[in-house]
């Protein structure tokens, strides 16, 4: 009998918040390119239907839903919706969702700190704990947190985004401790990729430049490139690792 492709994830559900573009639909794409049922959510429920529609026409599994990361009902809901994908297991998590609010520190506002804390930390909490009922305690459970580089070593113009991003990694060690027991892994990663939201530092003469010499690969990623190391955090392949940031940056943070 032939072993199990670790890299198979049949049978399995994710729930991929921020997945209208970008990152989060090539991750939610490339989950049900390996055979998992997805949930793809965004505050933008359209462009998140759009991205459901893609895998579903290219034979996948997948719904498309509204989902506020602020809103732990909705999270709650979510979660919900997600497991009865596949009969009530929800495997695999990640929280993808985002936004900036660039800014030098002088007229940076603690609203603005405030609601990025909101969006990524308790987003990423929210998401997490109304998972938390349906995640299997077999090994394949998977919590998968995006952080960023800015999360890692700062970012000029970006304290509230960077404190945000720093706080998913001490979330992610965390989380990773306590619910090793239930044998549910947790790991973040930190992408780098070609994407609306890093358009201004790739496209702007002021910053495009210096941006790209502090890359060792001297380019961007597309976002497919940087999902494939999503589908390994929740693969069987990555069923020993847990607690770990990975970033996915050609070189950026070394």
Known sequence: MSERDPFDLSGRSA?????????????????????????????????????????TSAGGIAEAVALDVRDSAAATAAAARAAALTGGALHIVVNNAGATAPAMFAKTTEESVLAMLDIHVLGAFR???????????????????????????GALGQVNYSAAKAGIVGLTKSLAKELARKQITVNA??????????????????????????????????????????????????????????AVDGGLVI
Do not use: H
């Open 127 to 153: 998401c997490a704990k109304a998972a938390l009922a349906y995640l299997p305690q077999d090994g394949t459970g998977r919590i998968i947190n995006v952080t960023s580089s800015a999360g890692l070593t």
């Open 15 to 55: 729930l991929v918040t921020g997945a209208a573009g970008g990152i989060g639909a090539a991750v939610a794409v490339a989950l049900a390119a390996r055979g998992a049922a997805v949930l793809v959510t965004d505050l933008d429920d359209a462009a998140a239907a759009g991205t459901a529609e893609r895998i």
């Open 189 to 246: 990663l930190a992408p780098a990729a070609a994407t609306p939201m890093t358009e201004t530092i790739r496209t702007d003469e002021r910053f495009a430049e210096q941006t790209l010499a502090r890359i060792p690969l001297r380019r961007w990623a597309e976002p497919a490139e940087v999902a494939n190391a999503f589908v390994f955090l929740a693969s069987d392949a990555a069923s020993y690792i847990t607690g770990q940031v990975l």
